[in-house]
């Protein structure tokens, strides 16, 4: 039960930060300023600069990582997550058969007699959970940017505001459905997710998704927009095959189940179906589209 983590968090990132410091001190830049872009406290900053370099079998690898951080850091256009991306990507390489992984199997022996391909296996993309669940992540990512770009969605999101999941192939429950966490939410007039997509952000949307692939199997997408009479008919027109419930409910299996009595009506077969809900006394109508991806 030892991770390699364990040698990130004592040798890797100590390193890092020491290094790290004294080069944007070198660069002219204060110790209140080196904490505000570290992400660390003024006294953590003093103590970098005043330790002498820790020894370890990583120094050259984080030498080279300290001087295209520093330049990164100096760059006004350089965003926090590349930052983070290039600390990551060093730290992941150096896992994959390089020195992190040399020392992680030297301090864990019993590693290196099983011939330990954890990290490979993990990061190589060849765990193909871990692949499929990345793929999620960035089909959901790209369907956002989409919808953030357009200047006409808004128009189409409920009161209780949209939302957007899809799931892995064989996802058995919420947790195995990407969603946005706190819904799709309109300012100043445009659709906007303030949240990235999240594995297990959604409960409702998510259930009304793992639900209806008892019927369509081969959806991996919903997304709720609003109910009104014309976006349904905007949604059959460019190919959803809608089916409508007669009485207006908020449950994700009691809509199932509804639907299940019309499954003739519903189009099994159908590639793109969906589901309208309608409204009631202080209930808005909702569309539920479905499709094998969210994009």
């Known amino acids: 039960m030892r991770p390699p983590c364990e040698i990130v968090q004592r040798e890797f ?36 600069l005043n330790q002498t370099d820790p020894t370890t079998e990583l120094s050259n690898e984080v030498s080279e990582l300290v001087q295209r951080l520093t330049d990164m850091i ?19 390489y150096s896992r994959l058969g390089s020195t992190l992984c040399k020392m992680h199997q030297s301090a864990v022996h019993s590693l290196k007699t099983a011939n330990c391909q954890i990290c490979s296996q993990l990061l190589g993309r060849t765990d193909d959970a871990l692949v499929e669940r990345a793929c999620v992540i960035s089909d959901m990512q790209d369907a956002l940017r989409t919808i953030e770009a357009s200047t006409s969605f808004e128009r189409i999101v409920p009161q209780v505001r949209a939302n957007l999941v899809t799931c892995t192939q064989n996802a058995s429950g919420t947790g195995d459905v990407a969603g946005v966490p706190g819904r799709i939410a309109i300012i100043g007039g445009r659709a906007v997710a303030l949240i990235g997509p999240q594995f297990g952000a959604s409960r ?26 014309d976006v349904v ?15 207006s409910e908020s449950d994700a299996a009691r809509i199932l189940a509804s639907l299940r009595r019309l499954r003739k009506r519903a189009g099994r077969t159908s590639e793109f179906p969906g589901i309208h809900v309608p409204g009631g006394f202080g209930i808005e109508p909702i569309l539920y589209l479905f499709g094998p991806t969210a994009r």
């Open 204 to 229: 409702h949307t998510a259930e009304m998704l793992v639900n209806a692939r008892s019927m369509w199997p081969g959806v991996r997408a919903c997304i709720c927009v609003s109910g009104r009479a």
């Open 233 to 247: 008919k905007a949604a059959i027109k460019i190919g959803f095959q809608v089916t409508g419930i007669a009485d």
């Open 13 to 48: 990132l100590p390193a890092v930060r020491t290094q790290l410091a004294k080069a944007l001190k070198k660069r002219g830049l204060s110790q209140m300023e080196i904490s505000s872009r570290l992400g660390v406290t003024q006294a953590a900053v003093s103590k970098y």
């Open 74 to 92: 100096q760059n006004p256009e350089t965003k926090a997550d590349a930052v983070v991306k290039e600390l990551c990507s060093s730290c992941m």
